[in-house]
């Protein structure tokens, strides 16, 4: 059987190799990522941009984001080699989940936000400091579901301005908050919004707010919450 040493100089004649941590990947998203799933997509996108000529500035992007108001991995930071503890200040508490509804079109520009806080009733303190021209939503599970996400849309309708002569693309994810809701087809038909979903279980690799914005997002925002932690002790 083939030991360390035979490992280490296997590696060494392979200088292209490296042991790596590789990505939780589900099964469903692993068979679903396929070429002809793919190709299909691409081939509708193709087909709407000819049809409508979209400018970037008409083209968006939709995605959310659950985020704890404990981060629950904190970021790396500098230390000394050898030292066999590290630490770093959390709040003892456990989170909470929030979503949050984040849109940036290919242009780069980004919408407000729309946060989904896990109670009944409105409490406009957690709006505190929010991003410019973000606004809350309320449900008891914290999750995005049919009726805050059309709240949602309307915004949208807002702030992309669609219009008979300047339709809008919307490329989202399949998830029933967004596929199964009559009044959201209906809305954007209404408004000239074109929906388009990407194929299931493939937005790990198509989605470009999943792939490109929600890492960083949560590495600065481990970051942030520390440093509220450290002005507002024993909270």
């Known amino acids: 059987m083939a030991g360390k040493d035979w490992l280490y100089g296997f590696l060494k004649r392979h200088p292209k190799l490296a042991l790596r941590y590789p990505e939780e990947t589900s099964i469903a998203r692993a068979k679903g990522f396929d070429r002809v799933a793919i190709n299909a997509f691409f081939d509708l996108l193709d087909s709407l941009y000819s049809k409508y000529k979209f400018s970037p500035n008409d083209i968006y992007n939709a995605d959310e984001t659950g985020i704890l108001t404990e981060a629950n991995k904190p970021s790396k930071v500098l230390a000394l080699r050898g030292e066999k503890q590290v630490g770093t200040l959390t709040s003892a508490e456990r989170g909470v989940l929030v979503t949050a509804e984040t849109c940036v079109n290919a242009a780069g520009n980004f919408l407000p936000p729309m946060f989904v806080f896990p109670r009944k009733k409105e409490n406009p303190l957690l709006m505190d400091d929010a991003p410019p021209g973000s606004f809350a939503v309320y449900h008891e599970s914290g999750w995005i579901n049919k009726e805050t996400f059309l709240a949602w849309f309307k915004k949208f309708i807002e702030h992309s301005n669609p219009g008979p002569k300047k339709p809008v693309l919307l490329i989202i994810d399949g998830h029933n908050s967004h596929t199964k809701s009559l009044e959201l087809v209906n809305l954007a038909r209404a408004n000239n919004v074109v929906l388009l979903c990407f194929p299931p279980h493939t937005t790990h690799r198509l989605q470009p707010l999943d792939v490109s914005f ?16 450290i002005n507002h002790p024993g909270r």
């Open 214 to 229: 929600m890492a960083p997002l949560n590495t600065f925002y481990e970051q942030e919450t520390r440093k509220w932690l």
